[in-house]
């Protein structure tokens, strides 16, 4: 019986794991940072609680993450401190993120975090920490759908040039 033959959660993480978790569990914290601060900046209800759901997700990945940096001895990253509730009506518009930029910034984060769980599926040769990405992508993958079709609903979506061609037949 080899050293990877036995129970998932008594091998030990390669460094590829460790690093990708790690470095997964920073952007997450800092992103939870991110989206509370978006959450006083936004007007728009239904992007307020897109976010929400972005943050509520994020929270559940942080804590499935941190959980199993710990069981395997890793030190964990900084966490930003939370941001304080704000009124977005006490905030200068000039100041202000907009709601199309928020809803493009989340739907860049959603983006970012599918590569970033599948990069991890990838890499992973305990079985354990591929299936969390697994689930984390799938959570993620809806998310990013709900983004887009409020994204399309409000107008917001700004698609490439689109093309057009057909050939000669």
Known sequence: MGILSGNQKD???????????????LASKGMVAGYE????????????????EGL?????????IEALL????VGLPPTPPSRPNAQVENIPVGARFQDPEIA??????????????STMMGQSIRE?????????HMQKAAL??????????????IPPPLHHYKADC
């Open 104 to 117: 493009a910034a989340i739907s860049k984060d959603a983006a970012a975090g599918l590569i970033a769980c």
């Open 128 to 136: 354990d920490i591929a299936l969390m990405y697994g689930q984390m």
């Open 56 to 64: 509520r997700l994020a929270q559940q990945e942080i804590e499935q």
């Open 11 to 25: 091998e030990p993480m390669h460094y590829g794991e460790v690093y990708g978790a790690w470095s997964y569990l």
């Open 144 to 157: 990013g759908a709900k983004i887009l079709r409020l994204n399309k609903e409000k107008g917001w979506l």
């Open 70 to 73: 710990k069981e395997n001895g």
């Open 37 to 52: 601060t978006f959450i006083n900046h936004t007007g728009d209800v239904d992007l307020q609680k897109l976010i929400e």
